[in-house]
């Protein structure tokens, strides 16, 4: 089964309002996890790294403020898109690397969300 | 810094064909190399990998070949399926970066019945 947990699958919002997507390590814990943002048909470009318990390290062009990650668990990291614009809508991917019961060098991808701003 | 280049899709293939799909890397020091697939609508599903140099990665009839001398990582299946038809990314890993990938463009592949 899956070892990391993206929620929700899909969202549909309305531009100008913010949105939360859920990053979960389901059996291990994630000291580091990592937001990448994919447009239809391209690659995934890597956001942000988010640390456990400190500020997440953000790509260079990402904006900071628009794109909130909070790493306040070792199983939990969020994305808020806040103030979200139709030019948001994405394909958003977490992904985790382990610790504990899980080897340190193996990296483990979320299922993906869709958010779609009209 | 550190990219990987991957052959353009879309390739299309017919079944029981031989497939390759090129990858190649720029990278300071010793990366891991990864193959990811992704179904349409689906997240992204590890493929194989391999961590050093003159190592093979396989799984599911693929297979990679970590070529240092060439900084390349190609893709190879001896026989494609339908089912196969997926868009392939290449993918770089620095682990002293934590877990951090660069992926390539993606290549899209479609097997015909």
């Known amino acids: 089964g899956a070892v990391v947990s993206q929620h929700p699958s899909r969202v549909i919002c309305k531009s100008g309002t913010s949105v939360k997507i859920e990053c979960r390590s389901l059996?291990?814990?994630?000291?580091?996890m990592f937001w990448y943002r994919q447009f239809p048909k391209q690659s995934l470009m890597l956001m942000a790294t988010?640390?456990?318990?400190?500020?997440?390290?953000?790509e260079q062009g990402v904006e900071k403020d628009k794109f909130l990650i909070n790493h306040a668990s070792l199983t939990l990291s969020t994305l808020t898109v806040t103030s979200a614009h139709p030019e948001d809508s994405s394909f958003y991917i977490c992904?985790?690397?382990?610790?504990?019961?899980?080897?340190?060098?193996?990296?483990?991808f979320g299922e993906g969300s869709w958010l779609t701003v009209v | 810094g550190d990219s990987v280049t991957q052959m353009e899709g879309p390739v299309t293939l017919s079944e029981e064909a031989f497939l390759t799909i090129n990858c190649t890397y720029t990278?300071?020091?010793?990366?891991?190399l990864f193959w990811y697939v992704q179904y349409p609508g689906e997240g992204l599903q590890l493929l194989l990998k391999?961590?050093?140099?003159?190592d093979k990665g396989s799984n599911k009839g693929f297979e990679a070949t970590y070529r240092k001398e060439t900084t390349s990582f190609h893709l190879e299946k001896g026989s494609v399926q339908v089912s196969d038809s997926a868009v392939y990314f290449c993918?770089?890993?620095?682990?002293?970066?934590?877990?951090?990938?660069?992926f390539g463009q993606g290549t899209e592949l479609s097997v015909k019945p």
């Open positions: 992904s985790a690397s382990g610790t504990g019961n899980r080897p340190g060098n193996t990296i483990y």
């Open positions: 059996d291990f814990q994630a000291t580091t």
């Open positions: 988010s640390n456990e318990g400190s500020k997440a390290t953000y």
């Open positions: 990278a300071t020091g010793y990366p891991s």
């Open positions: 391999a961590t050093k140099a003159d």
């Open positions: 993918a770089l890993g620095a682990y002293n970066q934590g877990g951090k990938l660069i």
